[in-house]
């Protein structure tokens, strides 16, 4: 048998297969409630971002299902997917969140010091079209990539854009819009709508600080709402 290459594994990936195999075994049979993510984190050794990164990442593939307010249940074989639905190299959700946070807190630091009037416009109406969506009950989502490439777009760097713009299209991967599903709601789009606003005021301030700060708060807030109990998912 021929040597096989060796490709590094995303944590959230390690402990995906884990479980599968667990379940694959009869450890948790078909119907049966798996531990709460917190247990699981403790029996791991890992923290419960990655738990919860993990079990969507099994339930995108049909291995488990969640049932917010209950908990994550073991699916009948039949109804799993031959194949699994989110590639290999997907990014986990809650990190992907915190790379954000590096890398986009200083990105609005510098576009505070280097913006022109076009950027801070571009912003306006990018938040004007997020109002404008959640006020329809529709995710805006192309409002907000439209305004984070707004940001970074003042920092005149290719790399810096491409970089931020390869992170929020990860967004679109079967992971991040599966969690996304159960916790991005209009009440949670008006929030980070506001959090917008105090990052555009900043930066039109050409406050770099301020910026830094308020780019900070909302990816803090955003992985707080990612990780939030089940029991809130959906929650009005």
């Not at 119907?31 to 709460?36: K, Q, S, V």
């Not at 908990?71 to 997907?90: I, M």
Request: charge should be positive.
């Amino acid at each position: 048998m021929p040597i096989q290459s060796v490709e590094p594994q995303r944590l959230y990936r390690q402990i995906a297969e884990q479980l599968r195999a667990l379940i694959a075994g009869g450890e948790f049979a078909a119907g049966t409630r798996l531990p709460a993510e917190r247990d699981l984190a403790r029996q791991l050794g890992v923290s419960r971002p990655s738990v919860r990164e993990a079990l969507i990442a099994l339930e995108v593939e049909g291995w488990v299902e969640v049932r917010t307010g209950s908990g994550v249940y073991v699916l009948e074989r039949t109804r799993r997917t031959s194949q699994p639905a989110a590639a290999a190299n997907e990014w986990g959700p809650l990190e992907l969140i915190r790379a954000r946070r590096v890398v986009e807190g200083e990105t609005a630091a510098i576009a505070a010091q280097q913006r022109k009037r076009a950027h801070v416009e571009a912003m306006d109406r990018a938040i004007a079209d997020m109002r404008g969506m959640a006020d329809r009950c529709v995710m805006p989502l192309e409002g907000d990539r439209a305004f984070h490439l707004a940001i970074v777009d003042a920092c005149g760097n290719a790399v810096l854009s491409e970089t931020v713009q390869g992170f929020w299209d990860s967004r679109r991967g079967p992971i991040f819009t599966r969690l996304g599903g159960y916790f991005e709601t209009v009440k949670s789009w008006r929030s980070a709508i506001a959090e917008h606003q105090a990052i555009r005021d900043a930066i039109a301030a050409r406050d770099a600080a301020a910026a830094r700060s308020a780019m900070h708060e909302h990816m803090d807030k955003s992985h707080q709402r990612f990780s939030a109990s089940w029991r809130r998912a959906k929650a009005s």
